[in-house]
Each structure stands twice: as C-alpha cells, then as structure tokens.
Nanobody, 122 residues
Framework: QVQLVESGGGLVQAGGSLRLSCAASGRTFSGDAMGWFRQAPGKEREFVSGISSSGIITNYADSVKGRFTISRDNTKNAVYLQMNALKPEDTAVYYC???????????????WGQGTQVTVSS
C-alpha cells in the first residue's frame, strides 16, 4: 500500500519557522516528482512547491518564493519543506503529493498524503 505521511506541522508565531517532512512507503518515489500543497479554511487546495525526481528542478508558488525551500532525500524516500518567515496567511493544512512534475504543478498528482496542520499566529 502506497502511503505518504506528513509530519512537522504545528503552531508557530509569525516570523517563525517550521520544517515539514513527508515519508513515503509502499514504493520508491525516486523516479517521481514530489511536492506540497495546502488548503486554508474556506479556500481551494493550492500548489505550494514541487521538486523533480533528481532534485535539480524546483517550483514555488509566488506567495512562498524566497521563504520556503523544498528538498528531497531519495535514499530515505522523503521530501521536506523548510518554511521560514511564516505569515498568518500561511495557515493551512499542508499535503504531500507525488507524481509527474507537470501533474503536480497542474494540481493533479497521483498520490496524496493525509495532511498536517500549520497554524501561524499573529
């Protein structure tokens, strides 16, 4: 059974940092792009960041560029999201995802995690 399990969410003050992790199991994702989406209350799920299978190509939503950094460790079948300078508007459930890079950026990944809550207080 393929699973993507997120961790690292929590409550942080504005300006603070969090590091999200996503551990994949059930198959290797070293040949897939991986990434992160988020969904805030009352809003649609949106793309946050994606990383190619090799880790060479990364994409970011404009709203997080310069603050968030995505990385991956194919030896651990994992992807990470370092979030700095957090803002209250970053509050959302963050979801790990995997698939082709084009499908990720297009909001149609093949696999989804269950999500982890990130809350940024002002």
């Amino acid at each position: 059974q393929v699973q993507l399990v997120e961790s690292g969410g929590g409550l942080v003050q504005a300006g603070g940092s969090l590091r999200l992790s996503c551990a994949a199991s059930g198959r290797t994702f070293s040949g897939d792009a991986m990434g992160w989406f988020r969904q805030a209350p009352g809003k649609e799920r949106e793309f946050v960041s994606g990383i190619s299978s090799s880790g060479i190509i990364t994409n970011y939503a404009d709203s997080v560029k310069g603050r968030f950094t995505i990385s991956r460790d194919n030896t651990k079948n994992a992807v990470y999201l370092q979030m700095n300078a957090l803002k209250p508007e970053d509050t959302a459930v963050y979801y790990c995802a995997a698939g082709s890079l084009s499908r990720l950026v297009g909001g149609r990944p093949d696999y989804w995690g269950q999500g982890t809550q990130v809350t940024v207080s002002s």
